[in-house]
Structures are given as C-alpha cells and as structure tokens.
C-alpha cells in the first residue's frame, strides 16, 4: 500500500549523550473530537470547509510538534489538516452510499522523529435517499369477477439509507376515489372491500402509488422522503353479461310485390362481455314464426316463406331469441326482443293530417307568452297517417315558420303517428314581439319517387303575460330650478314604459330617499314637483339627490336616480356691518372696509365696490375688488391734508357702495367718517396698543378707565393707611390681609405688563400677592370681565353690566407723607400718564396720541348712550 507521503517508522536518536524520544498522539475516546482520530465518526451532510476533528499530541521532550495526513494513492482526498494547530477540515462532500469508510494516516513529527498511523474514518448514514421503486413499470391484468380483498400485485420499493430513512411504508394517492387499497407496510395491492370491478364500464384503473421513508435528520432538519409511482390495472372480462339486442324496437314490412324468401328485416345482437365475445344464435321464441317466416340461426335475417295474398293478418308480432354459445354449444345466457312486421301495399296513398274530427289542414292553439323549453304544446291534437304499406307510408315531418322556436316529434313517421310539437325556444314566443305565430307543418314521403306530401296550418295564438319591468328612459335624471320658484313648480319629468298589455303595462310612479322632503311626483305622468310649502335656498342647500320608482300592477319594478340643482338667484344685497362707520386713516396706509353678499354663487356674491360721493371731492380713491381705501397719490403729509379743507377739519365723510354683480344688480351704501393722522414715530407699548385700539375705542377706553381705577385705588390705599399709623402712638401698622391664589397659566389674548408695568388696584380690581410676596393683580375690563394683569388667570370671569368706575373719597387733608409719590386722578376722559417723572414726548407724538384717545373717548360715547337708550350694554 502506498501513500502520498513518505513516513518513517518510529525510531529513538541520541544527541549529546541524550536520549530523543519520538512525539506521540493522545488516544481518544469514543465520541471525541480532540486526539489521532480512532473511532472517528463523522455524518454524511456535514458542509464542505467544516472543521470537523483537532489532531492532538505531544513530544516527551517539550518540543513543539506538526500534524499531517495522508491518502491512498489514487483516492479522493476528503481532509485537510493545519500542521500547527492540528484543526482537520472537510474538503470534499461526503457519501455513505458511495463509500461508508475513509482511510487515512495521520502524523506527528516533532522536526527529528516523525509518528504514523493508520486509522479509519466512519462515515454515518442521513436521510438524503429517497425511495426508489423496483420492477417499474407496474401493470396487472384482473378479470372483472375478482372477488373484493384479493391480493393484486406487491409494489416494492428500496431505500439506500440506515435505520428510519431506510424504511418503506405505502399508500395510496385520492384513495377516496379508487377502488384499491395497499397495506402500508407490505406493499401489497388489494380491491377495496365493497367494491367491484366492472369491464364494461371501466376498462383501465391508474392508480398513484406513494412510497414513503421512516424519515430522518439532514442537514440539521428532520426531513420524511416520499417517491411516487403508477400502477395501471387492466381490466379483463369475464363472461357475466347476456346477449343485448342492438337498434330495437325492430319493424319489418312485407309488401304487396313480395316473393317467397325475401329477407323482410334483419336483426342483431351482441355478447354483453364484449372482451371475450361469444357466437349467438338466433331463433324464434315459443314458435311464433309459423310457416309464415324463417330466421337465419347465425345472421339473424327473416325472411318470408309464403306469397303476401296467402297472409292472414296485416299485424305479425314476432319473438326472435338471441342465445349465447359457450364451448361445446352450451348456452349461456340469452335475450328476447319482439319484431313487428307489417303488410303493406303499393303507394297509392298521400299522407294525410288528422284532428279530434277527422282529415284537417288547419289547427289552431291559444297558449301563454314564454312557455317553459321542453314544454309539449298538448292542445294541438294532430295525428298523420299514411294507408300504404312499407316504404310507401315511410314520410319526414317538418315545421316550417320561425327557426328554432317550436321541434315536432317524431321527425320519421311510418304509416302513422301522434304528432308532438315542443318548445324550443321560449324567448322567441313574446306577445310583445307579435300576437300569434303561424308554422307550416309538412309531411313527406322520403323512399317513394312519387314523393307523396301534405301540409297543414298551425297557428298559436299569444296571451300576454306581466313577464316586463318597467323601464325608465334614462338610469339618472339632472334637473335644474331656480331657487325663488313657488312651491308646486315642475322639476323634470322622468318616464318608464312598460310594453306589457293592460293594466300590467300601467306604470305608477313614486319617490323616496333622503333628498326628497321637499318634492312629490305625480303617480301617472311622471311629473316630479317641490311640495307646496318647499322654499328652495340655494344658499341653504343646492344640492337634492333621490330616486324614482316605476312600478306596475303586480310589484314588478325599476329604479332611476335624480340630480336636482337648486339655482342661485340674486336675492340677497351687499350688506355692510353697520349703515354710520368711523375710521382712522394713516397717511400711506389704507382703510378697508368691507360688505357680505350672502347668495350662494358667482357672480351673485362677487363685490364691487365704488365711492358714490365723498367732502371733499377727489380726495380718496378705492380699490373696486377689496374695498381698500386710499388717499390719492398726491396726498403725502398732513401739511397738504389742511391745505385742502378751510378749516382745517381732518376728518372727512364718504358714501361707499357696494353693489354685487348678479341680474339684476343690488346694492348698499354706508357712509364713512375717516379722520386723517400722520404717520408717527412713537415706538413702544403704549403707541402700538393705540394704533390697534384705533378701530376699537369701546376696549381701549375700558384698559384706560381700569388703569385710572387702579392708581385711584393705590392713592386711597396709600393716605389711608399713612393716616391710621400717624394716629397711632404705638405706629403699629393695619394687618394687611394676603389672598393666596393657585398659580395659573397666563392667557394668550392680551398683556398688559407691557403697557403698565407698575402693579396698583382701582376699582373693580383685585389685588393678592403670591408665595413669594408679589402681589397679583387683575382688572375689570369694560365688558365686564376681569382680566388678569399677571398673565396668569387663563379665563375671564362671567360678563357683567359695565358701569363708570366711582373716585374714591378724598385723603385726610392734614396729612400727606412727602415719601409718598404723588398720582394724578384722571377722569372718565383722561389721558395716560407715564410712570414716575417721565412723560410722553409732545409734538408729533403727543398729538397722535391725543387724535387716537379722543378718537376712542368719542366712540365709547357713544356706544354708551345708545346702550342708554336701549336699557343695556353692548
């Protein structure tokens, strides 16, 4: 045996008068991976490039140590191996049912002395073959007879794999719907109990045959492996089915010009087991020939013994048996059938049409519209008959009329028969289409050259039936009303037909929905109007959908849907929120007002706006489509503003209209008291507060008023309490009572810190002071509602009537403490004051100021004499 590599046998050197020990492996023991890999195992699956073993070993004298391994010459190498750490890859993909065992030799060399051995590396099996069947391919023949249980064919299958995924077991595929059954575990194919086999019904059986492993891991996943095959079973006959007679019922004919031994009629029969057929021999049953007629025992043909005039009857009935010959002419089974023969003579007869009374070219029905398919029309009563015999009374029955709609039964007559007409088509036969339908029914002789033929009239009268729905003209419906129509006006007209006759194509219309409050419909016409007390606004809704029913007698109905628009008209003016208004127009700035049309839609709610007179003349212009009003460009400063009036009266009166663009036209005017100013440089809270309360003087007094009430009330606060500790010998000073409130997020509307920034009270106002010693304070608006001027009370308190703040008694007159600054009490028509010592700058700034707070004074003014007058406050 050769190798790849050169090995030398253990061997000891001596060096120095030392001994040299060769290295040597650990043993290792079953299951371990660490050693010379003795008893080595190792799974089929395992990955290519899996570290699957450490050769491990040692040298006496500590030296380090190489691994190494080798193979045969001319085999697959399977394992690598690291000289250094002794880690032993797989290379190769492993096969148990290829090679189940690996030989190898695995080394240990400590650079002087080098160690072999020899070992054997088992390769364990995994459930990777599936099973494979043998004898392929599978068919069995079976008689039809086998009784049900037999054993039919033993289906064998092989899997190469160990233990569980070696194992086979069976079944079979859909075994609901076969007539076999396998035994799972020997293979072997039987008939289902309570089953049969049948040849003339089912020749070939397919039956799919499962074979299943006992399953097993590979690759770390149990895995079950299934291989499938065909049985195909071939059913063979057996003789269990007597002779069926074949093209019954059986007619012959012997005609006038016969000859003795004319063949009249030829019957045939076959073996019911049609795998293995046998002979048939034919007779007449019990005699009943006579000497009239013979029968051919192998062909069946009968032919006549006698002249026709030697006949007795016109009508022979005869019995013809058909038996089944075994081996050795035993009879096996055997069938009988009756052939009738018939006399006849020559074709001297037409066929001819008969009724309830006699020969007849005319029938005639009266019958429902749409008949069920299939249905027999039993009130014509029509037989045809031929008098002559054989051939000459064979004849074709035809319909002729309206393809398809009507069949006749039967379409070959011979000599006579009772004529069927059936339903065809039931669609066809519509009373809204045409109230009778007329055929022609034809017969004709088909093996005469006379070609003898008679006709006849079949008319069918109709009788309508409720078999239409109403239909409307269209599936939706628009109409459009103007929204100032009276009540009872037409909207549209909606319109069904139905063609069915009498009162079932009567249409009676309704209305329903969730749009239809305000709308009726008339029953008969169709015609949908609004209620009597309907007011259409377009502005309130313009939009109306419902739906329309038609309905006939019997309930039978369609439905139709309405779109209806509720027009806009212009019947609604501009309207300005108040006839008298007052505005303060910065020079360079504009001045907007504006006017509401309330119609619905363009253009009868598009404003226009235009000065109908304004004193000065030519002094203003607007914009038509905003309502923004300007000075004219020419206007820059004050200084032209005098010039232009005498008086020097800066403020100026206009008419504004506003008319909207509907037909016809409406329109409002309002007249406008502008009061020009000049542009100001004062910056700060005070400034930006006025020029925001120039439009809302009733809310910038009332922070005003609320602000002189508040230094009133410190000024009271302040003298009286000087005075008690002046009378005081002890000087103990009043307890001054502390409200503590819960803190609270401050509002978001307004802040006042910003325009009064020292903390007093004044009447209708609440001082408290917090935890840490500030005091609080909130302010009665002029609406009545307190305002908090911390910044820290989210809501209002209620509304309540405002009333004009009441000045506090005057201070003892004999004593006024110098330390105590002095507050000025203003009026109900003061001014503001700036804190301390300063004040605010006149000039330019004062006299801005000054317009805006008599601008305000003068509107809170009147407001509160027309509240006056109204015995309220708004």
Same mark, same amino acid.
């Given at each position: 045996?050769?190798?790849?590599?050169?090995?030398?046998?253990?061997?000891?050197?001596?060096?120095?008068?030392?001994?040299?020990?060769?290295?040597?492996?650990?043993?290792?023991?079953?299951?371990?991976?660490?050693?010379?890999?003795?008893?080595?195992?190792?799974?089929?699956?395992?990955?290519?490039?899996?570290?699957?073993?450490?050769?491990?070993?040692?040298?006496?004298?500590?030296?380090?140590?190489?691994?190494?391994?080798?193979?045969?010459?001319?085999?697959?190498?399977?394992?690598?191996?690291?000289?250094?750490?002794?880690?032993?890859?797989?290379?190769?993909?492993?096969?148990?049912?290829?090679?189940?065992?690996?030989?190898?030799?695995?080394?240990?060399?400590?650079?002087?002395?080098?160690?072999?051995?020899?070992?054997?590396?088992?390769?364990?099996?995994?459930?990777?073959?599936?099973?494979?069947?043998?004898?392929?391919?599978?068919?069995?023949?079976?008689?039809?007879?086998?009784?049900?249980?037999?054993?039919?064919?033993?289906?064998?299958?092989?899997?190469?794999?160990?233990?569980?995924?070696?194992?086979?077991?069976?079944?079979?595929?859909?075994?609901?719907?076969?007539?076999?059954?396998?035994?799972?575990?020997?293979?072997?194919?039987?008939?289902?109990?309570?089953?049969?086999?049948?040849?003339?019904?089912?020749?070939?059986?397919?039956?799919?045959?499962?074979?299943?492993?006992?399953?097993?891991?590979?690759?770390?996943?149990?895995?079950?492996?299934?291989?499938?095959?065909?049985?195909?079973?071939?059913?063979?006959?057996?003789?269990?089915?007597?002779?069926?007679?074949?093209?019954?019922?059986?007619?012959?004919?012997?005609?006038?010009?016969?000859?003795?031994?004319?063949?009249?009629?030829?019957?045939?029969?076959?073996?019911?087991?049609?795998?293995?057929?046998?002979?048939?021999?034919?007779?007449?049953?019990?005699?009943?020939?006579?000497?009239?007629?013979?029968?051919?025992?192998?062909?069946?043909?009968?032919?006549?013994?006698?002249?026709?005039?030697?006949?007795?009857?016109?009508?022979?009935?005869?019995?013809?048996?058909?038996?089944?010959?075994?081996?050795?002419?035993?009879?096996?089974?055997?069938?009988?059938?009756?052939?009738?023969?018939?006399?006849?003579?020559?074709?001297?007869?037409?066929?001819?049409?008969?009724?309830?009374?006699?020969?007849?070219?005319?029938?005639?029905?009266?019958?429902?519209?749409?008949?069920?398919?299939?249905?027999?029309?039993?009130?014509?009563?029509?037989?045809?008959?031929?008098?002559?015999?054989?051939?000459?009374?064979?004849?074709?029955?035809?319909?002729?009329?309206?393809?398809?709609?009507?069949?006749?039964?039967?379409?070959?007559?011979?000599?006579?028969?009772?004529?069927?007409?059936?339903?065809?088509?039931?669609?066809?036969?519509?009373?809204?289409?045409?109230?009778?339908?007329?055929?022609?029914?034809?017969?004709?002789?088909?093996?005469?050259?006379?070609?003898?033929?008679?006709?006849?009239?079949?008319?069918?009268?109709?009788?309508?039936?409720?078999?239409?729905?109403?239909?409307?003209?269209?599936?939706?419906?628009?109409?459009?009303?103007?929204?100032?129509?009276?009540?009872?006006?037409?909207?549209?007209?909606?319109?069904?037909?139905?063609?069915?006759?009498?009162?079932?194509?009567?249409?009676?219309?309704?209305?329903?929905?969730?749009?239809?409050?305000?709308?009726?419909?008339?029953?008969?016409?169709?015609?949908?109007?609004?209620?009597?007390?309907?007011?259409?606004?377009?502005?309130?809704?313009?939009?109306?959908?419902?739906?329309?029913?038609?309905?006939?007698?019997?309930?039978?109905?369609?439905?139709?849907?309405?779109?209806?628009?509720?027009?806009?008209?212009?019947?609604?003016?501009?309207?300005?929120?108040?006839?008298?208004?007052?505005?303060?127009?910065?020079?360079?700035?504009?001045?907007?007002?504006?006017?509401?049309?309330?119609?619905?839609?363009?253009?009868?709610?598009?404003?226009?706006?235009?000065?109908?007179?304004?004193?000065?003349?030519?002094?203003?212009?607007?914009?038509?489509?905003?309502?923004?009003?300007?000075?004219?460009?020419?206007?820059?400063?004050?200084?032209?503003?005098?010039?232009?009036?005498?008086?020097?009266?800066?403020?100026?009166?206009?008419?504004?209209?506003?008319?909207?663009?509907?037909?016809?036209?409406?329109?409002?005017?309002?007249?406008?008291?502008?009061?020009?100013?000049?542009?100001?440089?004062?910056?700060?809270?005070?400034?930006?507060?006025?020029?925001?309360?120039?439009?809302?003087?009733?809310?910038?007094?009332?922070?005003?008023?609320?602000?002189?009430?508040?230094?009133?009330?410190?000024?009271?606060?302040?003298?009286?309490?000087?005075?008690?500790? &002046? @009378?005081? =010998?002890?000087?103990?000073? /009043?307890?001054?009572?502390?409200?503590?409130? *819960?803190?609270? !997020? %401050? +509002?978001?509307?307004?802040?006042?810190?910003?325009?009064?920034?020292?903390?007093?009270?004044?009447?209708?106002?609440?001082?408290?002071?917090?935890?840490?010693?500030?005091?609080?304070?909130?302010?009665?608006?002029?609406?009545?509602?307190?305002?908090?001027? &911390? @910044?820290? =009370?989210?809501?209002?308190? /209620?509304?309540?009537?405002?009333?004009?703040? *009441?000045?506090? !008694? %005057? +201070?003892?007159?004999?004593?006024?403490?110098?330390?105590?600054?002095?507050?000025?009490?203003?009026?109900?028509?003061?001014?503001?004051?700036?804190?301390?010592?300063?004040?605010?700058?006149?000039?330019?700034?004062?006299?801005?100021?000054?317009?805006?707070?008599?601008?305000?004074?003068?509107?809170?003014?009147?407001?509160?004499?027309?509240?006056?007058?109204?015995?309220?406050?708004?």
């Amino acid at each position: 045996m050769g190798y790849s590599d050169s090995f030398s046998n253990p061997s000891v050197s001596f060096v120095s008068g030392q001994s040299d020990y060769a290295p040597y492996f650990y043993d290792n023991g079953p299951d371990s991976l660490n050693g010379n890999m003795a008893l080595f195992s190792i799974s089929e699956d395992t990955p290519v490039g899996t570290q699957v073993y450490v050769l491990n070993g040692t040298d006496p004298e500590g030296d380090s140590v190489r691994y190494g391994i080798a193979f045969e010459k001319g085999t697959k190498e399977y394992f690598t191996v690291d000289s250094k750490s002794g880690n032993v890859t797989l290379v190769s993909e492993l096969d148990r049912e290829h090679q189940d065992e690996i030989a190898a030799l695995v080394s240990i060399t400590d650079g002087r002395n080098r160690v072999e051995e020899k070992v054997r590396v088992f390769i364990t099996d995994a459930n990777d073959e599936q099973p494979e069947f043998l004898n392929l391919p599978f068919i069995v023949d079976v008689p039809e007879d086998t009784p049900e249980g037999t054993s039919l064919y033993k289906v064998q299958a092989a899997d190469r794999d160990l233990g569980s995924g070696g194992s086979v077991s069976y079944y079979l595929q859909s075994p609901s719907t076969t007539k076999f059954t396998i035994d799972s575990h020997s293979g072997i194919l039987r008939i289902k109990p309570g089953e049969k086999l049948d040849y003339e019904t089912t020749r070939t059986h397919f039956v799919t045959v499962v074979a299943k492993d006992g399953g097993g891991k590979y690759n770390g996943k149990y895995q079950v492996m299934t291989s499938n095959a065909t049985i195909t079973i071939n059913v063979l006959d057996a003789q269990d089915t007597p002779p069926a007679f074949v093209g019954t019922p059986y007619f012959g004919y012997v005609y006038e010009v016969s000859v003795p031994g004319s063949e009249i009629f030829t019957v045939l029969a076959k073996d019911g087991d049609e795998g293995s057929p046998n002979l048939i021999h034919y007779s007449f049953a019990d005699g009943s020939g006579g000497s009239y007629f013979s029968i051919n025992s192998t062909t069946g043909c009968i032919s006549l013994l006698t002249y026709p005039v030697q006949l007795r009857n016109e009508l022979f009935e005869l019995n013809v048996k058909a038996a089944e010959l075994g081996p050795d002419n035993v009879e096996l089974g055997y069938a009988i059938t009756m052939v009738t023969i018939r006399v006849v003579d020559l074709n001297n007869h037409p066929p001819t049409f008969y009724g309830e009374n006699g020969p007849q070219s005319r029938f005639e029905l009266t019958m429902y519209e749409h008949p069920p398919e299939g249905e027999i029309l039993r009130g014509l009563k029509i037989t045809v008959n031929d008098s002559d015999q054989g051939a000459n009374a064979k004849f074709r029955l035809r319909l002729v009329g309206p393809g398809r709609v009507l069949r006749v039964v039967p379409q070959t007559v011979l000599n006579e028969a009772q004529v069927t007409v059936i339903v065809e088509n039931s669609t066809a036969i519509d009373y809204e289409k045409y109230q009778f339908i007329t055929f022609k029914l034809l017969a004709v002789e088909i093996d005469t050259p006379e070609r003898f033929s008679a006709t006849a009239d079949i008319i069918i009268n109709l009788l309508d039936t409720n078999d239409n729905t109403p239909k409307f003209s269209s599936e939706y419906y628009i109409a459009r009303i103007p929204e100032n129509s009276p009540g009872g006006s037409n909207v549209v007209a909606v319109t069904a037909s139905d063609p069915d006759s009498g009162l079932w194509g009567e249409v009676k219309y309704s209305i329903y929905g969730s749009g239809a409050d305000l709308f009726l419909i008339h029953a008969s016409s169709g015609i949908i109007y609004t209620q009597p007390w309907a007011s259409l606004d377009a502005e309130v809704k313009s939009k109306y959908n419902f739906y329309v029913k038609a309905e006939d007698t019997e309930g039978r109905y369609s439905l139709a849907e309405v779109f209806v628009t509720v027009l806009d008209c212009n019947d609604h003016p501009p309207e300005f929120t108040d006839n008298f208004m007052e505005k303060t127009m910065v020079i360079g700035a504009p001045v907007k007002i504006e006017a509401v049309d309330e119609d619905a839609e363009e253009p009868n709610n598009v404003i226009e706006y235009s000065i109908m007179r304004a004193e000065p003349d030519n002094i203003f212009e607007i914009n038509r489509a905003t309502g923004e009003i300007k000075l004219k460009p020419y206007i820059k400063s004050m200084e032209i503003v005098n010039n232009i009036t005498k008086h020097k009266d800066c403020k100026w009166s206009l008419v504004v209209q506003a008319r909207d663009r509907g037909k016809p036209s409406f329109s409002t005017t309002t007249v406008i008291k502008i009061d020009i100013t000049e542009a100001t440089p004062l910056k700060g809270p005070v400034a930006d507060f006025l020029m925001q309360s120039r439009d809302n003087p009733l809310k910038a007094l009332g922070m005003i008023a609320g602000f002189v009430s508040v230094m009133v009330l410190v000024t009271i606060v302040i003298s009286t309490a000087t005075f008690l500790r &002046n @009378n005081k =010998s002890n000087r103990i000073m /009043p307890a001054r009572r502390i409200i503590r409130r *819960r803190r609270e !997020p %401050p +509002p978001s509307n307004f802040n006042f810190k910003s325009l009064f920034s020292r903390p007093s009270t004044a009447s209708g106002a609440q001082a408290e002071e917090d935890p840490e010693g500030s005091v609080r304070e909130s302010v009665e608006s002029p609406g009545g509602q307190n305002v908090n001027l &911390n @910044n820290n =009370s989210p809501w209002p308190k /209620p509304p309540k009537p405002p009333s004009a703040p *009441r000045l506090p !008694p %005057p +201070p003892a007159a004999n004593y006024r403490p110098s330390s105590e600054r002095q507050w000025p009490v203003p009026t109900i028509s003061g001014t503001l004051a700036s804190r301390g010592s300063k004040r605010l700058r006149h000039g330019t700034d004062s006299n801005i100021s000054d317009a805006l707070v008599s601008e305000l004074k003068m509107k809170l003014e009147k407001k509160i004499q027309e509240a006056n007058k109204g015995g309220y406050y708004c």
